[in-house]
């Protein structure tokens, strides 16, 4: 068996193991991890390894808000289509509530694709019965015909 001597071996063989070295390094230093490899022909582009800058959210502020206290929105039921005739389930409570229950301030925005069409061809209302934790009345919400598109409001904030 040969033995090689430390100069006998070339900068192309020792890349590979530098690499590797270079990037354990990289993942200790978060900071310094972000590499940039040049991709030729792309006047400048390259591959960049390592963490990527984070995305700014994209998401508008929820307009439904907890605003803490016992006022809370508590959904009684909600009807969608119950003007079209015909036997036809318009039950829609499950995804008011699910969107709304609990708020003190709820922003609903009827979406047919969601809650389903009981009635093609049919204009349809929609109705919401929802009381506030701290006691009270019953309140209601509703859209006139075409309701899918509108937005209703829950508000049981203290006045």
């Not at 030729?40 to 960049?48: L, V």
């Not at 998401?59 to 803490?68: E, I, S, W």
């Not at 922003?107 to 929802?130: F, H, L, S």
């Amino acid at each position: 068996m040969a033995q090689v001597s430390l100069t006998q071996v070339s900068l192309k063989d020792m890349i590979g193991p530098l690499l590797a070295v270079l990037l354990l390094i990289a993942g200790a230093l978060p900071a310094a991890a972000q590499i940039t490899i040049p991709l030729p022909g792309t006047g400048g582009g390259g591959i960049q390894i390592g963490p990527q800058p984070e995305q700014q959210q994209r998401t508008t502020p929820d307009q439904n808000r907890y605003y803490g206290g016992s006022v809370s929105i508590r959904v009684l039921g909600a009807a969608y289509g119950r003007n079209c005739a015909g036997n036809v389930s318009t039950n829609v409570t499950d995804d008011l509530a699910r969107q709304c229950q609990g708020r003190d301030y709820c922003v609903y925005r009827i979406d047919a694709r969601n809650i389903g069409d009981p009635r093609p061809g049919c204009p349809k209302e929609y109705q919401a019965r929802y009381m506030c934790r701290d006691g009270g009345n019953e309140r209601y919400a509703s859209a006139n015909p075409e309701a899918s598109g509108q937005s209703i409001v829950l508000d049981c904030r203290r006045q």
